[in-house]
T-cell receptor, first 115, second 118 residues
């Protein structure tokens, strides 16, 4: 088990473009979370999946953001019409089906820069 | 809504010494979990220690221990025998014990930058 992986690790895009990030959770983890972390701040919760169902969405997740988790495996986070304020580190985390289910394991993040 | 406050943006400690990082939180709930996460430079966040609110005994993991004061809503992290590898951002985080209603995500503080002086 190699842990939570995210791709790409870095993304530079121009304002107005669409971007998509991918997260692969630890295998057999049925819960998957997306967070956003801006410079000098702690991560902020964006959304949460249990299997393929998106169960929670933060008010931070504007209409330009959409997340999916088809088949309950990997997840994608898409940002449409990017703005400079979207520049941040986007973190993915997963937690297991059994045992310490509230413990979240984080990936390395995708750093987005919008120019 | 719950909030987590870390009042020390930066702390510095000599190698082999002990350092305590502070965290306070605000919640109206009685069942919750508290965590300390470590984020080394350009590396992913890892869990250092966790505490269940219903447990009175303070959690300990090797050189890391917490002082959990439920009534005061305080959750400090003590690192004993500090090592160079402990240098990182440390985040305190809160999670409500039950699912639903926006409770599943972690609420983080702003972090404390820990510097280890050799």
């Amino acid at each position: 088990d190699t842990g939570v992986s995210q791709d790409p690790r870095h993304k530079i895009t121009k304002r107005g473009q669409n971007v998509t990030f991918r997260c692969d959770p630890i295998s057999e983890h049925n819960r998957l979370y997306w967070y956003r972390q801006t410079l000098g701040q702690g991560p902020e919760f964006l959304t949460y999946f249990q299997n393929e169902a998106q169960l929670e969405k933060s008010r931070l997740l504007s209409d330009r953001f959409s997340a999916e988790r088809p088949k309950g495996s990997f997840s994608t986070l898409e940002i449409q019409r990017t703005e400079q304020g979207d520049s941040a580190m986007y973190l993915c985390a997963s937690s297991p089906r059994q045992g310490v289910i509230y413990e979240q394991y984080f990936g390395p993040g995708t750093r987005l820069t919008v120019t | 809504a719950q909030t987590v406050t870390q009042s020390q943006p930066e702390m510095s400690v000599q190698e082999a010494e002990t350092v305590t990082l502070s965290c306070t939180y605000d919640t109206s709930e009685s069942d919750y979990y508290l965590f300390w996460y470590k984020q080394p430079p350009s590396r992913q966040m890892i869990l250092v220690i966790r505490q269940e609110a219903y447990k009175q005994q303070n959690a300990t993991e090797n050189r890391f221990s917490v002082n959990f004061q439920k009534a005061a809503k305080s959750f400090s992290l003590k690192i004993s025998d500090s090592q160079l590898g402990d240098a990182a951002m440390y985040f305190c985080a809160y999670r409500y014990a039950y699912s639903g209603g926006g409770a599943d995500g972690l609420t983080f503080g702003k972090g404390t930058h820990l510097i280890i002086q050799p």
